[in-house]
């Protein structure tokens, strides 16, 4: 690994997202030497007590959000040393910004990434202030989390108003999927054999499943989610990004621009769901109190306090992507909270033989059928169809080629922060999203959001510890076609 060096200021260093990932990130680059100690870790809090007791609660939260075969207490002590509190409050320009000021080294030309790790509607005071107090240098790059805005409108605002002080280089707009090692295997995957990219398209592919399953409910995010739902929270990015990588067409090279520019070609291509299409072909969840791993887990709306709510913790969709590749193939996206199992995978349904050499005596054909589980149980798998070895008479029978990730690689772990931090500071936007992404995501789904807020259905209710409403189990079975789900 490459050593490099940099200040990062992590803009809301005392929130959820600093203590549980960010920081057991940085740890990580730290302990297996991919930045040096003349970097600076400036996490900012709002509060000045806070600050002073900065190193008693990131001790800790390492210690919670590190696995012990991680941790090293002299690695940690070492880490802490970087860590340099810094008590602000963002929206306010006050004498506190000058002790921010001097947190940084002394090189003035080192790269200072501003990472906001607080609310969208912050950012935008966050980078005027910024520039006012000429923070701003030669090697300044800033990380915005998503989902950027609410709607297409807000994104463009949010946009706008960091564009002001930051060239579109310098933005980088984070999706954590695209950090995780087995998502960027989808294009090697892809790219490097010719046995997927001949058959990948419309001719042999019959649909292509996309789904992400959690079992966690609201984790103390109840403010933002309920205004979110899981249609901003994860369709608008890690799901379109994964549908991204599923679709576009090879890049000419692997650069920034060239990765970027095909899934922005999907993206444009994604059919447009209006109106009663909206109806027919999506369905939004919610669950209720229902049973998980022999626990009675609560509903969403005893989880939240509040007596209603129409926010959706389960979304599924038909999409269809217009172009010649994908012509007639359907993509179904799913994802939820509160799940029968934790689980993102892909599947690729391929489509049957042309022509059946075997009549239906020998038992059932089963198409092809490609799963790639991003996590957990890393794993490819490609069912082939064989002869069943252990009977005289012909007889066929699916098997499954099994790839398992962690068998395969040694120490296989991935920390898509981790990854994505140090591309930052490497001034690597390839696995970042160009503001044209995020206009075109919103395009396709600002009419999905409308329509469900004019029509007067509710979400479907679905019991915690369940797959989801069996709306979607409708959705895909009117279609003969089965979720993939395990
Ligand atoms: C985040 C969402 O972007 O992704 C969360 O805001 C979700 O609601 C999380 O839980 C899932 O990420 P992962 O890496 O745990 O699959």
Not at 290 to 299: K, T
Not at 336 to 341: F, L, P, Q, S, V
Request: glycine residues 6%.
């Amino acid at each position: 690994a490459t050593t490099t060096v940099f200040d990062i200021v992590l803009f809301g260093g005392c929130g959820d997202l600093s203590l549980r990932k960010l920081m057991p990130a940085l740890y990580r680059g730290y302990a297996e030497g991919s930045f040096d100690s003349n970097s600076r870790i400036i996490p900012t809090c709002r509060d000045a007590e806070t600050a002073a007791g900065y190193a008693e609660i990131l001790a800790k939260s390492l210690q919670q959000f590190l696995s012990s075969d991680e941790y090293d207490s002299a690695v940690a002590d070492s880490f802490m040393q970087l860590v340099m509190p810094c008590a602000l409050d963002i929206t306010t320009v006050d004498e506190r910004w000058k002790s921010l000021h001097k947190l940084f080294s002394k090189d003035a030309e080192q790269s200072r990434i501003f990472y906001m790790a607080v609310p969208p509607a912050i950012f935008g005071i966050t980078c005027e202030n910024l520039s006012q107090q000429k923070m701003i240098n030669g090697q300044s790059r800033i990380v915005v989390e998503k989902p950027i805005g609410y709607d297409g409108v807000t994104a463009s605002a949010i946009n706008d108003e960091i564009a002001r002080y930051f060239d579109e280089k310098s933005i980088f707009r984070i999706d954590h999927y695209l950090g995780k090692e087995t998502v960027q295997n989808l294009m090697a995957l892809r790219f490097t054999n010719v046995i997927f990219e001949q058959l990948w398209d419309a001719k042999s592919i019959d649909h292509v499943q996309i789904s992400i399953s959690e079992t966690v409910g609201l984790e103390g995010r109840a403010g933002f989610y309920d205004n979110a739902g899981a249609l901003r929270d994860m369709v608008q990015n890690h799901l379109l990004q994964l549908l991204c990588l599923v679709a576009m067409e090879s890049p000419n090279k692997l650069d920034a621009n060239s990765i970027r520019a095909e899934k922005l070609k999907v993206l444009e291509a994604l059919r447009p769901l209006t109106g009663a299409d909206v109806d027919d072909y999506t369905v939004r969840g919610q669950y209720v109190a229902g049973e998980f791993n022999g626990d009675l887990v609560p509903g969403y709306l005893e989880e939240l306090g509040k007596p209603s709510s129409n926010t959706e913790t389960f979304v599924a969709i038909k999409a269809h992507i217009d172009n010649w590749r994908w012509s007639k193939v359907p993509f179904y996206l799913s994802t939820g909270k509160r799940m029968k199992a934790r689980s993102a995978k892909i599947v690729i349904q391929f489509k049957e033989v042309s022509h059946r050499v075997y009549d239906g005596s020998v038992g059932q054909m089963t198409p092809n059928q490609l799963i790639i589980k991003l996590q957990p149980g890393e794993s490819i798998q490609l069912s082939l169809m064989t002869k069943d070895l252990t009977c005289l008479e012909t007889k066929l029978k699916p098997v499954s080629l099994n790839l398992n990730f962690s068998d395969t690689y040694d120490n296989f772990k991935s920390d898509a922060y981790k990854r994505l931090i140090l591309d930052v500071a490497a001034n690597n936007p390839a696995l970042f999203i160009h503001r044209d992404e995020v206009d075109c995501a919103w395009r396709w789904i600002d009419p999905i959001i409308e329509q469900w807020q004019q029509s007067a259905h509710t979400p479907d209710l679905y019991r915690a510890g369940s797959w989801g409403p069996s709306a979607a189990k409708t959705l895909i079975e009117q279609d003969d076609r089965y979720w993939f789900n395990g």
